[in-house]
């Protein structure tokens, strides 16, 4: 065998050999619509009249799939229905991509209890991480 080192200057053309390569593994195994490679970024916010932002949520579909990265309502608005507006709005945006879930991850300060009463799951956690507070991997089907 060939002598075999780590290049830590990987590049956006190894990047695509290595997703490549995953891909065509992964074939031998998945169906053809876990295979559909649809990713799409989202981004929907809360703006008044000015376009000034007051809230949003982002994140992406992948595959059958969509990952909420960031969910954030300012201060002075929370408690009004933004949040469950918002995550209305990311369901129906999954539903139209034909996601089967929707999954996200938040901190114990955070919003754990905000996704379990929208009927979210936790299917992980982390204690004490960060420390002195735990950190919540959630799901719901749709």
């Known amino acids: 065998m060939k002598h075999l080192a780590i290049d830590l200057k990987g590049n956006l053309e190894d ?20 295979m559909e490679f649809i990713s799409e970024d ?10 000034e932002i007051f809230g949003g949520v982002s994140g992406r579909s992948k595959r059958q799939i969509l990952f ?10 929370r ?13 129906n945006f999954a539903t139209k991509r034909k996601c089967k879930m929707i999954m996200v991850d938040t901190f114990s300060f955070q919003a754990p209890d905000f996704y ?27």
């Open 15 to 34: 990047k695509e050999y290595i997703h490549g390569k995953i891909i065509e593994y992964n074939k031998k195994y998945l169906s053809s619509a876990d």
């Open 42 to 51: 989202f981004c929907f916010t809360i703006k008044d009249e000015k376009g």
């Open 68 to 77: 909420i990265d960031f969910l954030w309502i300012n201060e002075n608005i």
């Open 79 to 91: 408690k009004r229905g933004f949040g469950i507006k918002l995550i209305e709005e990311v369901e």
């Open 116 to 142: 379990k009463n929208l009927g979210y799951e936790i299917y992980g956690e982390l204690e004490d991480f960060p420390e002195g507070f735990n950190h919540y991997f959630l799901y719901k089907k749709i």
